[in-house]
């Protein structure tokens, strides 16, 4: 047996079968964007820890900064004894991520925290029940985050679930556009939600409207510009809060340091996490004073939110992120997987879409070019390949076929090239061996030349 096929074993007879495992990968160091296994091989990091990573794994000026704040305070509890991280932190923020004239910031300890904590403020500030949140949304796993979290695959099992929450479509033009211009399908998709406070909850009775500007787990389908300007406009005219879960898409992973940025439409509540700890846990809610001052003393917060060497760290990697201009390297790495995937699509039917934002970006594998075909088993196929030969890449999706791209943004060139290539290979190579034809060629596409062509 192995040294990973050992450790696999050990997690195995201790750990719950309900936690995730979607990669037999294990680590035991990281550095920049590469990952060692527990027998020395080094792993390309294309998942970088489900988007967490984006300043690069154990960064000297990160690391240097947790060890400092570890040898002075560890913990008080932020509600017993202010702190200055905590203090600095949430001024960061405040400056980075505006809301209003004045913002105002709660630190948590994960973006499932920083969720439940939005609704319960905006649950407040209106004195109403109803939360609408939409289709292939996730927002988290506990008690409301899976209630608003819509694959139900993570929740089987599990509810009763939180009441007074109401889905609607995620306006998906590729899935749902009904050969509709986008104009019109935002039009279309704005007034069936005007008509959900008539056939859904009356519009008096909504707190909040809860979105993910791009979604993550839900494959990296990118909410229509003029759709999110429509639902500002109705949550002004109805007095609804609107929140916005950055939690994947925050902090340099779509060339800014929110997605919202790129749509200019600016969200009462925001959630994050992730990227923002450096790979230590914290998450925030970012808002309008007025919005966040609607919570009662004693109703948010936690007994560990804003731990001072999570502070610490959130710190630093904002500071690295600066320094190194990770959004526009964000913005040239989008670019280059773009062009990549898309020369991929012309020579494979299998890659149903490429999509994305920034760095944030994906391909979907379908069955023949059909978007109602998902081909999961592929992408999981795919995914198992790339391991093999030393690239860690993760699935999304309602039916985990989109191969998505959350790579450290300090990545090199040469690595990016290195790992892209074989995720490229593998997806020519095994959707050949589905389907007996080389690729799947589309109709019309110029054949590979031989030097192009992949072996087997």
């Known amino acids: 047996m192995t040294d990973n096929e050992k450790l696999l074993a050990r997690r195995a007879a201790v750990v719950p079968h309900g936690i995730p495992r979607v990669t037999t990968a294990t680590a035991v160091r990281g550095r920049g964007a590469v990952i060692t296994d527990a027998e020395g091989n080094e792993l390309l990091d294309f998942a970088g820890g489900i988007g967490v990573m984006n300043a690069g794994h154990c960064q000297k000026t990160v690391v240097e900064a947790i060890t400092r704040q570890a040898g002075e305070l560890l913990h008080t509890c932020f509600h017993v004894a202010t702190y200055e991280p905590y203090v600095e932190l949430a001024e960061k923020l405040a400056h980075l991520l505006p809301h209003g004239d004045h913002t105002k910031v709660l630190l948590v300890n994960s973006g499932a925290e920083a969720v439940e904590n939005a609704v319960k403020i905006a649950r407040q500030a209106t004195g109403r ?124 992973r779509t060339g800014q340091w929110s997605a919202y940025e790129h749509f200019g439409v600016l969200p009462d509540l925001s959630t994050w996490a992730k990227s923002m700890g450096g790979g230590l846990p914290i998450g925030a809610v970012v808002g309008r004073a007025e919005v966040m001052d609607g919570a009662q003393p004693g109703t948010i917060g936690g007994t560990y939110g804003g731990n001072p060497v999570a502070c610490a760290s959130a710190l630093a990697t904002i ?138």
């Open 319 to 456: 500071q690295l992120m600066e320094e190194l201009d990770l959004n526009s390297r964000a913005t040239r790495i989008g670019e280059t997987i773009r062009r990549r995937f898309e020369a991929l699509a012309e020579r494979s039917s299998a890659v149903g879409e490429v999509r994305g934002l920034g760095a944030m970006m994906a391909m979907e594998l379908v069955e023949e070019g059909d978007p109602h075909r998902p081909a999961g088993a592929l992408a999981r196929e795919v995914t198992e390949a790339c391991l093999e030969e030393g690239v860690l890449v993760i699935t999304a999706g309602t039916d985990g076929n989109v191969i998505r791209i959350l790579s450290p943004l300090v990545i090199t060139d040469e690595e990016l090239d290195r790992g892209l290539s074989v995720i490229e290979d593998a997806v020519l190579r095994l959707s050949e061996a589905r389907h007996g034809t080389h690729a799947g060629n589309r109709p019309g596409a110029v054949e590979a030349s031989p030097e192009e062509q992949v072996p087997g």
């Open 129 to 252: 029940p109803g939360v609408i949140c939409f289709s292939e949304g996730f927002h988290g796993r506990t008690l409301m985050g899976m209630s608003l979290t819509s694959k139900v695959t993570y929740k089987k099992g599990c509810g009763p679930f939180a009441p007074e929450i109401y889905r609607v479509p995620f306006p998906n033009h590729r899935l749902r556009g009904d050969g509709l211009e986008m104009e019109a399908f935002v039009e279309r998709e704005l007034a069936r939600l005007r008509e959900s406070f008539s056939t859904l909850v009356a519009s008096q009775d909504v707190a909040a409207i809860i979105i993910e500007p791009v979604q993550g787990e839900g494959g990296f389908v990118q909410t229509p510009p003029g759709y999110l300007q429509g639902l500002r406009e109705i949550c002004d005219e109805e007095g609804i809060v609107l929140i916005f879960d950055e939690v994947q898409t925050g902090f340099c």
